[in-house]
């Protein structure tokens, strides 16, 4: 129920400050939950961009410095479905919670090149998204999203592919190459979304 009102909130918030659109939306599962979301990271609005063009409850990363701002605002994220990560190792714990919300039937976000992108360009994609697919056996949605220049009533464009099926992440976690391999084509099928996306002012 509180869960409901704050992304009801966040919903009103996004629709009055920012225009919005959705290209590809016949993609998003009708499913409300058991898949990831793979997305492009350019601003600190993408989580709740993706949060209100999926239906269902999220869970996804957020690096643990966001957690130390105050305790408001970690409890506030917290409740929205953030867990703290440590960027910059591997961090078995934040794993195990992905694994954790994904069989709990949620939605969990991630972005798979680790931090966001100072001048929109994509990045290299660390093993981490096909580490989770694999081990959660689940579909993998890719998203890219981009920003209009103007501050009010900003156009933000978040265009959705087709979702890459759970056999395709049926591979060998310890062999890390591989890892690193069918993450690098998550990131291909991001770029091809890129690759359609209409002029933004």
Known sequence: MFYSFLRNCARLFYIIVYHIHVIGGENIPKE???YIIASNHVSNNDPPVVGITF???????????????NPIFAWLISKLGAFPVRRGA???TAIE???ESLEEGRIFVIFPEGTRSKDGTLGRAKSGVTLIAAQAKVPVVPVYIQYGRKKF?????????EKIPAEHFD?????RKMLRQVSSTIMDEI???RENMPDVD
Do not use: P
């Not at 009533?153 to 592919?161: C, F, H, L, T």
């Not at 591979?171 to 062999?175: G, Q, R």
């Open 32 to 34: 409300k939950g058991g």
């Open 55 to 69: 239906k269902g409850k999220y869970t996804f990363m957020a690096k643990e410095e966001l957690f130390e701002i």
């Open 90 to 92: 591997k961090d078995n």
């Open 97 to 99: 919670k992905a694994l």
């Open 153 to 161: 009533r900003q156009n933000i464009y978040i265009s959705i592919g």
């Open 171 to 175: 591979v060998d976690i310890s062999d």
């Open 191 to 193: 770029a091809k979304l």
